[in-house]
């Protein structure tokens, strides 16, 4: 008798399993197809529309007949995950389609706090900018929130203004790319041989296996200076209160404090309130007194990120593990030149 109570126990415990278990599976497509018309996203599109608080701090449901300012957030190291051209030309792109179609941009504000990161994502993230403000004819103005730095800097470039609050850090005006280590005498010491084939005058230059030669490394030494010129004509080009002379020989590399970069002509002005900084640009746009919204075009809806076969263990059966490292180390930015603050 125990025996058979103990197995319709169990053969009960199982079907109220396989119960949840089928309708859990059987509700997948209905969110999907909840979240799908819900955020009125056509296939091609890959962001959704958060509504901001204006500069006097409120806001209402997206309109497709108000005027619009766009904010793009700079946020995080350029070149990796949130941060990368595709997903800002994407958002710049989906601007001005879809639900966006009729909402006119007047302006671009960029929020910015960033260390920068690879070189060419930031320099591809600025011309996406300045590509856009000359297409529509908008302002751009950047907002600086604690950091702006290398990169980001040079994306802050096509801003038109540059607001930053007092105690935000910004420069770092320079290139950098990961050490390189010789490990040759440390295997010599062991009795280890190494041996790498190779074609090509230079092919093998700073392998770290081998004792480099004077003027190892050189040709990347001539990347790297090519690099810091783009960066520093672009500074002159748009900042036009920086001396060149005094910003390679004085200014260099180094990052200031909001009141110092003022000085120098980094940017425009200090504001602690980013409303101030945004009903600046609202009045430039032409907005002022008139109703506008702010919006955000934010990658992918949480449905889709859920279920997202690249990111849920749920589908592909697979566990990720990471173990944790400073920027400098990620491996999206090895062997990359970088405009990348690394303190």
């Not at 089928?22 to 996203?41: D, V």
Request: glycine share 8%; net charge negative.
């Amino acid at each position: 008798m125990n025996e058979s109570i103990l197995h319709s126990s169990f053969r009960a415990f199982l079907k109220t399993i396989f119960v949840l278990l089928g309708i859990g599976i059987g509700l997948i497509p209905l969110l999907l197809l909840i979240g799908t018309l819900s955020e009125g996203e056509t296939l091609d599109q890959t962001n959704s529309i958060t509504i901001l608080p204006n500069a006097d701090g409120s806001r209402a449901s997206f309109s497709k007949t108000t005027p619009a300012i766009l904010q793009l957030e700079i946020t995080g190291t350029i070149g990796l995950l949130k941060l990368t051209p595709d997903k800002i030309r994407s958002q710049l792109q989906e601007s001005h389609e879809g639900k966006m179609k009729d909402a006119t941009v007047k302006g671009v504000l960029l929020r910015i706090k960033s260390p920068g990161g690879v070189a060419i994502d930031a320099d591809s993230i600025y011309h996406a900018i300045q590509e856009y403000k000359a297409k529509y004819q908008v302002p751009v103005y950047a907002y600086v929130d604690g950091l702006c730095a290398s990169g980001a800097m040079y994306i802050a470039l096509a801003a038109d203004k540059i607001y930053a609050t007092n105690v935000s850090i910004i420069g770092s005006i320079g290139v950098i790319v990961n050490s390189f280590l010789n490990f040759a005498e440390t295997i010599d010491k062991l009795g280890i041989k190494a041996l790498t084939i190779s074609a090509g005058k230079g092919k093998d230059d700073l392998n770290p296996l081998h004792p480099w030669k004077a003027g190892e490394g050189n040709s990347i030494k001539v990347i790297v200076d090519y690099f810091y010129n783009v960066f520093v004509d672009l500074v002159v080009e748009n900042r036009p209160k920086v001396n060149r002379d005094e910003l390679v020989n004085v200014m260099g590399a180094n990052v200031f404090t909001a009141p110092t970069a003022l000085e120098y002509g980094l940017i425009d002005k200090i504001e602690n309130s980013y409303n101030s900084a945004l009903s600046d640009l609202v009045k430039t746009a032409g907005l002022e007194g008139k109703p506008y919204q702010v919006v955000r075009l934010e990658s992918k809806g949480w449905l889709q990120e859920l279920f997202s076969l690249q990111t849920s263990s749920l589908f592909n059966g697979k566990i990720k593990h990471e173990l944790p490292l400073s920027e400098e180390w990620q491996p999206d930015l090895m062997n990359k030149v970088l405009y990348l603050y690394i303190p």
